[in-house]
């Protein structure tokens, strides 16, 4: 039997219907679900994920991908939503389900022994079911298969195509261009941030935000805003992108730019062609290139002295009191303040790539085995001092601090990387290609780099994978260097340095 | 083969979830989506339904339900389940597909032209579409089947066991009853109740409701309060159980009852037992239960003079320029006025239930074709004047002021007036048993209420129908008496009367 391209679009889209009412669900039970909710919200989960697993997996599904892999009257879009997923359903399927399902079990058993041991901050507590998890992580990897390391499975997952024998030389330049370039920024003249945590009421925190989103080109009438514990952005549809932050009175910093990094994600998520709904080339083209969208607006455009030359009188307004005192140029040196901390989530854009290459060389030593789970937290401590020259003094601040591994997600930090990375290059791009984009981003004027972002990467979905599309983009494969010369550049005027 | 309870249980609660999912979709749809989110729900909403459909019109479905009619290993609770799905698998059974997608494609047109017709203030251009509906809904009760009249198979739908024969001497009643009554009202000396349209700003009004609920027993772990165009309740589990109302600065009363209101059918849904999740008795019995319920609590409970004996003064705190110059005993008068009125959201306890009897008197016409869908709005315009001596000036406020046949609800209305009847039969029962209820309404003291709710109601989830609980609960069935005892007594207070 042979079957049209419309049974192959019903299918999926019915299993994407399924797995989008999962994200409302998601997003509620982190904005606005009761305590007591969670229970039953968490078999209406697991209902959702497994029959869309099972249509995903099904013989059905697999006869209707099958029959039209070779069929040359389908147009290219077709052929490549086809492709890919099919790649997906051959991945999905080297899952049994009973695997499946007790890597969900674990996922609970994790969470919940980490949540114990942050409470009383021992990550002995954890171990225990870490390397548990651990052992279904290797026998996930060996259902993949893989060619080389086993850490290659599981990274693949998230990063299509990303290797151990691709990353190391990128965490090795982190490692031997990052080390020295901190060490200069440490002896230079160091920057005040302390007015970032005078009194920020929260109401105009969350104004300002807005308003800067909107700047952005964020629809709001396709999305929204909410507070959750950590911020996020969810999809249900290009046409309905939310995102969340959080709001602290003294720290001027946490809602801002974490508002702007999830609306950079919220960009592109908007950017999906709605035509794909639910299909390959209507989802984003991997971890890391969305990881290049946020970082790019947060980073490269909305923490620039040319953006602020704009917004920074602005935010005076809303905040007379605590910046009435804090010139421009003050204001522009905090907020890019360069200091080896302990917590990722906080880190200044140089010294958060040692955070994530501690969590990688973590990683891939537990998959290959030359780390055992009870060692973890002292190899973390020790690789901070080593790196960073801090010790975390207590798990809560160290090994305990990423709730990642509780879901299994190993493989997932390194993308975080490789985004800002991507960042730093289509950044470098997109200013070749835009004649006059500074004059534009000190004028707040966006249209033009969101039309870029959109003809660029947003248009294409997954149809690349992100070294194809970086390569379409700046005519080469991830380039540290792009990175390197935007911090050089950058850190140049914040620090004086020569 | 035989089936075990436990692929029944399976099979009901995985539909039950998805259908669960749906309602957090729809109740999300109402209070947070953005605008443009509109389309993708839809078709995300149809995928749920259709699934949870699917499995419970299947095959394997009956076959497990057969297998277990006769278990007589099953216990009384595991009988009432199977015995009240199968029951639910034929009702489903009856209608094609083809059908089901039918009636919801004339749903959508329906709404869209009554959107229209209303922004037009112009019934005409509903009519067509109304009378497409109408033509659906004869077929929906040829497929149901019925016995004397097809109403009947439709009002089945929203209360089991209901029909012409039934109803026809209840809103008899309620025209020979109330009549004469509401003439006796209108003799007497009018009250007061424009201080309700003063000033009330709309946080205090937020805060006071919340402190209602809560003194009424609503678990705000389980559950939450939030803003959407039309009050509603909506139940994702016995666990997560939320409401919503509406908010008018120079309106006191909109807010509040329709917030206690809710919280009435709130209690209910929290009170249901969590261990029958999705399966019969786990659910409400019926719609005139559901509705005696909230009625009892907005009406019986919160329109009383000891009431208020116990919150006025509160009530006072929270707005003391509107109320401060107000008596207890002028808010009490003002907020049991009885006029007549064109909109049935709007209207008092009396004249109510005129507005439900020409809603059901239309409804019972259109389906036995005596009477034809474009001259619905002159007969709906002639019984007002009938009945409550206004006349509609416009179709708004006349025939376009519900949803309900839009969305083919046909037979729903009668419920609100069943739920009011119980109510007041329900409420006298509990004042026999519950010593010294009255004195704890006094002070607020609930606890007592709210266990007898549990124990007479709540528990029983779909067990018995709501002629069976009416009975056990009062020892007899639907009694219009206690209804006309209650309103006598209530508004003699009220009015003098003598």
Redesign the interface.
């Known amino acids: 039997m042979t079957y049209d391209y419309n049974s192959y679009k019903e299918l999926a889209?019915?299993a994407a219907?399924?797995q989008?009412?999962?994200a409302?669900?998601e997003w509620?039970q982190e904005v606005?679900?009761?305590?007591?909710?969670a229970?039953?919200?968490g078999?209406?989960l697991a209902?959702?994920a497994k029959?869309a697993h099972e249509m995903l997996t099904s013989d059905k599904y697999e006869r209707i991908l099958k029959s039209l892999l070779d069929d040359k009257t389908l147009d290219e879009t077709q052929q490549n939503n086809i492709r890919l997923s099919y790649d997906d359903f051959e991945k999905n399927k080297k899952l049994p389900s009973e695997f499946v399902e007790a890597l969900s079990k674990q996922s609970s058993l994790s969470f919940n022994a980490w949540i114990k041991a942050r409470q009383q901050n021992d990550y002995s507590i954890y171990a225990p079911e870490l390397q548990k998890m651990i052992g279904l992580k290797r026998k996930q990897a060996d259902l993949y298969g893989y060619e080389k390391h086993p850490y290659d499975a599981l990274l693949d997952e998230y990063e299509k195509g990303a290797t151990v024998a691709m990353l190391d030389p990128v965490f090795k330049m982190v490692q031997e261009q990052l080390t020295p370039f901190l060490k200069k920024i440490a002896s230079a003249k160091q920057v005040d941030d302390t007015f970032f945590n005078r009194n920020y009421p929260k109401q105009a925190q969350w104004d300002f935000a807005i308003e800067v989103l909107k700047t952005m080109g964020y629809?709001?009438?396709?999305?929204?805003q909410?507070l959750s514990e950590h911020p996020f952005t969810t999809s249900?549809?290009p046409?309905?992108v939310?995102i969340t932050t959080r709001v602290d009175e003294n720290n001027f910093a946490s809602l801002f730019w974490s508002s702007v990094h999830e609306g950079g994600h919220a960009l592109y998520e908007q950017g999906l062609p709605?035509s794909e709904?639910g299909l390959p080339l209507g989802a984003a083209a991997s971890l890391s290139i969305h990881e290049s969208q946020s970082r790019l607006w947060e980073n490269c455009v909305s923490r620039s002295y040319g953006y602020w030359k704009h917004f920074y009188p602005k935010l005076q307004g809303y905040f007379p009191q605590s910046l009435g005192d804090v010139s421009l140029d003050s204001f522009y040196r905090g907020m890019n303040q360069v200091v080896p901390s302990l917590v990722r989530t906080e880190a200044d854009e140089v010294t958060y790539h040692f955070h994530v290459m501690i969590r990688y060389e973590i990683e891939k030593a537990l998959m290959d085995g030359s780390l055992s789970p009870e060692d973890v937290s002292g190899r973390w401590n020790d690789m901070y001092q080593e790196y960073l020259g801090i010790r975390p003094k207590d798990d809560k601040t160290g090994v305990l601090q990423d709730v990642h591994w509780t879901h299994g997600s190993f493989g997932y930090f390194p993308t975080y990387s490789l985004g800002s990375f991507y960042a730093a290059q289509f950044f470098e791009q997109a200013k070749k290609e835009i004649p006059g984009l500074d004059g534009q981003i000190e004028q707040a004027e966006f249209g033009n780099l969101l039309q870029w972002l959109r003809k660029s990467v947003h248009q294409y979905g997954r149809r690349y994978t992100s070294d194809e599309l970086c390569r379409k983009i700046t005519g080469r494969s991830l380039d540290f260097s792009s990175f390197m010369s935007y911090i050089e550049e950058k850190y140049a005027g914040v620090y004086d340095l020569k």
């Open positions: 889209q019915t219907d399924l989008n009412a999962a409302v669900l509620d606005y679900m009761p305590s007591k909710g229970s039953f919200r078999r209406q209902t959702l029959q629809d709001m009438e396709a999305g929204r909410d249900f549809s046409e309905d939310r709605t709904y």
